[in-house]
């Protein structure tokens, strides 16, 4: 009975569809990795991951926001979480302020689309709630600055790809 659970739960840890969710939800990596990952070790096709790390990253997006709006505030019990929480808070509002004031919308999907730590959904779900923008105009932010991030993402590892490859051949027949 256990070895059989442990078998499926490995099978299930090691499927490439699984790992490529899991990268994309965590925070710092998401689509960043996953599509890296999906796209060079693994032998799922460069559009199914692209769909799969994008889509992912758009439903966890509006899951984000929900739970920093209604949820995070129960743990303000924890003092030394509701610090953290208020200095992240400044810290993203500073950082965010003159993107969203200048450009609103389009300021937060390019914060979101920008590939750098930092940036994201998790942080874009932040900078949306300090901003009020809503749950409409974040979520149409968030599909806009994952969709770019997902396509600039995917270029340059295809490219990368491309390059490694022509370099496999050439110094193959060298």
Do not use: C
């Not at 019990?77 to 003159?98: S, V």
């Not at 968030?142 to 051949?169: E, F, H, Q, S």
């Amino acid at each position: 009975m256990f070895n059989e659970i442990l078998q499926s739960t490995m099978a299930f840890i090691s499927n490439p569809y699984v790992v490529i969710i899991f990268l994309t939800l965590l925070p710092f990596l998401e689509l960043r990795a996953s599509i890296p990952y999906g796209i060079l070790a693994t032998d799922i096709p460069w559009f199914q991951v692209f769909l799969l790390a994008s889509i992912t990253n758009i439903i966890l997006g509006p899951l984000l926001y929900f739970f920093v709006d209604k949820i995070i505030h129960i743990f303000f019990f924890i003092k030394p979480f509701e610090r953290w929480y208020h200095k992240k808070l400044e810290k993203m509002q500073k950082k965010a302020e003159p993107m969203i004031k200048r450009y609103g919308i389009l300021g937060l999907a390019l914060f979101i689309a920008i590939p750098l730590p930092g940036s994201g959904v998790y942080s874009g779900s932040l900078i949306a709630y300090i901003f009020n923008l809503g749950h409409k105009r974040f979520l149409i932010a968030t599909i806009i600055g994952i969709l770019i991030a997902a396509i600039a993402v995917t270029a340059i590892t295809l490219t990368v790809d491309a390059g490694t490859m022509a370099a496999r051949l050439f110094l193959k027949t060298v």
